[in-house]
């Protein structure tokens, strides 16, 4: 198995490569989106970024603070109030917001439109063996305590989900695994997450960098040389 140092590069290489797969999906079904959000009387908001997960566990707003790190609370809370009022969430007297039957109605027309998206858009590509290696790096990717990765995986998955929709979303989930590695780089150095937004470039963010690519590369060390490349390759074929 190669050593963490050999992959550091292979994650920094593929990140953007899924960030972008990953994009070109969310700017294709736009138009699609908003036209099912008319038709239902629901926003997108949280049940189209958190599509993956809303249908199978609850959350917190504490909980939504470490998703969307980043963001401010004020937001955040505009977004619940949208939610709750449009009865697609639900909160419970402890503060659980659960996604309602009209959410999860609304998650579902989502995984059909993404479903169409992707037919349209990753056709003729090997979309299976793709899903097939990132449900494996995603399984192997570590649940820190406390992270983001631990609330959204492992992504719902219902019988039926189209290939291309279960990498989409596959994809879509890894990413909270270089965001935890992003922070715990940038904590390492005594940061925080105000103080990383407007950090220069020079070399405290290059440090952070190289340590968040060290950190995120060990789920990559499940696949083989030929199936890191496979991976990598067939990802940059869907941008």
Do not use: C
């Not at 939610?83 to 579902?108: K, P, Q, S």
């Not at 959204?152 to 979303?169: I, R």
């Not at 105000?194 to 440090?207: H, M, Q, S, T, W």
Request: hydrophobic share 45%.
């Amino acid at each position: 198995m190669p050593k963490l140092r050999e992959l550091s590069g292979y994650a920094a290489a593929i990140a953007p490569v899924i960030d972008a797969a990953h994009v070109n999906v969310h700017a294709s079904a736009r138009r699609a989106v908003a036209e099912l959000s008319e038709a239902a009387s629901v926003s997108p908001g949280f049940l189209s970024d958190l599509r993956f997960m809303l249908p199978l566990r609850s959350l917190t707003r504490t909980d939504l603070g470490t998703i969307y790190r980043y963001g401010d609370a004020e937001g955040r809370e505009s977004g619940i109030q949208e939610h709750l009022r449009e009865g697609a969430l639900a909160e419970d007297g402890e503060g659980a917001l659960r996604v309602t039957t009209a959410g999860l109605e609304f998650i579902r027309r989502l995984y059909d439109v993404h479903g169409a998206v992707v037919e349209r858009i990753w056709t003729g590509h090997d979309l299976p063996g793709l899903a097939r290696l990132a449900g494996r790096v995603l399984d192997h990717a570590e649940r820190v305590p406390g992270g983001a990765l631990a609330l959204v995986a492992p992504p719902y998955e219902p019988d039926g989900t189209a290939t291309g929709v279960l990498l989409f979303n596959r994809l879509a989930v890894l990413r909270y695994h270089r965001a935890d590695a992003h922070v715990a780089a940038w904590q390492a150095e005594g940061l925080s997450a105000a103080e990383i937004v407007g950090l220069r470039d020079g070399p405290v963010r290059a440090r952070i960098e190289a340590d968040t690519n060290l950190r995120a590369a060990a789920p990559y060390a499940i696949l083989s040389e030929d199936e890191r490349r496979t991976l990598y390759d067939g990802l940059l074929k869907l941008i």
